[in-house]
């Protein structure tokens, strides 16, 4: 090799780092037929809801990117961010091919408005290195997020669909360092300096709120869970308070007494109901796509 670019191109290799081509798609081998009783509306929106979590919180962490309170951690939530974006990409497939309609993931992710994305609203506040943001509000809401999305993988990797399935058989790995990640700043925060200990408890404050909106079954996900497809949020409360309590108690901090987010007229994030901070992510999310409809680079 006569200089360090030689090996970005090789005729006799189709694989390429730089370009980001010729490598298995993460699917390949997977069966993507839609199991036959399956309501294809149904899980069209159930892996809207999952997309739309991952796609979203996805967005809210890369805002840390050279933001973050050290080096590490800007590399550390940018992987977690791309994680989820992996995982967002999957699932926006997935709904696409379910909904049977001439659209992909990126037609899912830049195209629809707010009201037809059905993340949970925990996701989409803003707790980022802007005005109102906050690194430790960012913390807490990965350590909810990711304990229950972890809860949540577990049981999906038994989903009678082999896409779920395989998407959270490989999400469980993923996630579990997301969930260990908190934790650890969780930790960190709580016992350092009484300002940071502040901030901990504050921001356990801003974003509870927004957490039992993620054990409300939506009726979807109640249809398909008991056909095997789906999971039911509210049969993972009791493990994911579990392990709050443990971190907590490990952090000495003690359960936010907060009362619960309302919903709209019994409507909320599942059903495309949105904080006024959806809007304005979906602006810088959405802005290069819809600028510029079908450029390609």
Same mark, same amino acid.
């Given at each position: 090799?006569?200089?360090?670019?030689?090996?970005?191109?090789?005729?006799?290799?189709?694989?390429?780092?730089?370009?980001?081509?010729?490598?298995?798609?993460?699917?390949?081998?997977?069966?993507?037929?839609?199991?036959?009783?399956?309501?294809?509306?149904? @899980?069209?929106?159930?892996? &809207?809801? %999952?997309?739309?979590? /991952?796609?979203? !919180?996805?967005? =809210?962490? $890369? *805002?840390?990117?050279?933001?973050?309170?050290?080096?590490?951690?800007?590399?550390? @939530?940018?992987?977690?961010? &791309?994680? %989820?974006?992996?995982? /967002?990409?999957? !699932?926006?497939? =997935?709904? $696409? *091919?379910?909904?049977?309609?001439?659209?992909?993931?990126?037609?899912?992710?830049?195209?629809?408005?707010?009201?037809?994305?059905?993340?949970?609203?925990?996701?989409?506040?803003?707790?980022?290195?802007?005005?109102?943001?906050?690194?430790?509000?960012?913390?807490?809401?990965?350590?909810?997020?990711?304990?229950?999305?972890?809860?949540?993988?577990?049981?999906?990797?038994?989903?009678?669909?082999?896409?779920?399935?395989?998407?959270?058989?490989?999400?469980?790995?993923?996630?579990?360092?997301?969930?260990?990640?908190?934790?650890?700043?969780?930790?960190?925060?709580?016992?350092?300096?009484?300002?940071?200990?502040?901030?901990?408890?504050?921001?356990?404050?801003?974003?509870?709120?927004?957490?039992?909106?993620?054990?409300?079954?939506?009726?979807?996900?109640?249809?398909?869970?008991?056909?095997?497809?789906?999971?039911?949020?509210?049969?993972?409360?009791?493990?994911?308070?579990?392990?709050?309590?443990?971190?907590?108690?490990?952090?000495?901090?003690?359960?936010?007494?907060?009362?619960?987010?309302?919903?709209?007229?019994?409507?909320?994030?599942?059903?495309?109901?949105?904080?006024?901070?959806?809007?304005?992510?979906?602006?810088?999310?959405?802005?290069?796509?819809?600028?510029?409809?079908?450029?390609?680079?």
């Amino acid at each position: 090799m006569n200089n360090a670019y030689d090996g970005l191109v090789d005729a006799g290799e189709e694989r390429h780092w730089a370009f980001g081509t010729g490598f298995t798609a993460a699917l390949s081998g997977v069966d993507r037929a839609l199991p036959a009783d399956v309501d294809r509306e149904d @899980l069209t929106a159930y892996c &809207l809801m %999952l997309g739309d979590d /991952a796609l979203i !919180l996805s967005q =809210r962490l $890369a *805002e840390w990117c050279s933001r973050a309170p050290e080096l590490e951690e800007d590399v550390a @939530l940018a992987n977690i961010a &791309l994680d %989820l974006l992996g995982q /967002a990409r999957l !699932l926006l497939t =997935r709904a $696409a *091919e379910a909904d049977g309609v001439a659209c992909d993931e990126d037609a899912l992710a830049f195209t629809r408005d707010e009201h037809e994305f059905r993340n949970a609203r925990l996701v989409e506040i803003d707790c980022g290195p802007g005005p109102g943001g906050d690194f430790a509000a960012t913390i807490a809401r990965l350590l909810v997020f990711a304990t229950f999305r972890l809860a949540l993988l577990q049981r999906l990797a038994g989903s009678r669909d082999p896409v779920l399935a395989a998407v959270a058989a490989k999400g469980v790995k993923e996630v579990a360092y997301h969930r260990d990640h908190a934790a650890q700043w969780t930790l960190r925060l709580a016992g350092g300096t009484e300002f940071s200990r502040e901030r901990m408890v504050a921001g356990l404050d801003r974003v509870w709120p927004y957490v039992d909106e993620l054990f409300t079954t939506h009726p979807v996900e109640a249809r398909l869970a008991d056909a095997g497809i789906a999971v039911d949020p509210a049969e993972l409360r009791a493990e994911v308070d579990d392990v709050l309590d443990t971190v907590f108690a490990a952090a000495g901090l003690t359960r936010p007494e907060v009362a619960p987010l309302a919903s709209v007229n019994g409507r909320a994030g599942r059903d495309g109901v949105h904080t006024e901070a959806m809007g304005y992510l979906l602006a810088e999310m959405q802005h290069v796509h819809r600028s510029m409809p079908g450029a390609t680079w």
